[in-house]
């Protein structure tokens, strides 16, 4: 888990946003990264190592922004609370409160 921060040249402002970035892998077994903005509804990404991940999931969450920003949508202040859960078979469920 981390945060990336995001200033927009517009707004001149600065977001910070939790993102969190989970081992993935493929079919064939070969690493790989998810990572994902709980607060951002859609913001999510993935790449061959956590770097890269967390490159490619900055511009998602600036691309969001600016997206909002430009839809008059309300930018989220406080991230929302999730509570992460993981079930006997393995799959994870994440509720939010």
Not at 39 to 54: F, I, V
Not at 83 to 94: A, F
Request: charge should be negative; hydrophobic fraction near 35%; include cysteine.
């Amino acid at each position: 888990m981390g945060k990336v921060a995001v200033k927009l040249k517009k707004e001149m402002k600065t977001y910070i946003f939790k993102v969190v970035i989970e081992d993935d892998s493929f079919d064939d077994g070969r690493q790989a990264y998810h990572a994902y903005c709980p607060s951002l509804k859609g913001a999510s990404t993935w790449g061959y190592t956590q770097e890269e991940t967390l490159k490619n999931i900055r511009e998602v969450v600036e691309m969001t922004v600016e997206s909002m920003i430009e839809h008059g949508e309300p930018i989220p202040e406080e991230p929302e609370i999730q509570i992460l859960s993981k079930m006997l078979d393995g799959q994870k469920t994440i509720s939010n409160v």
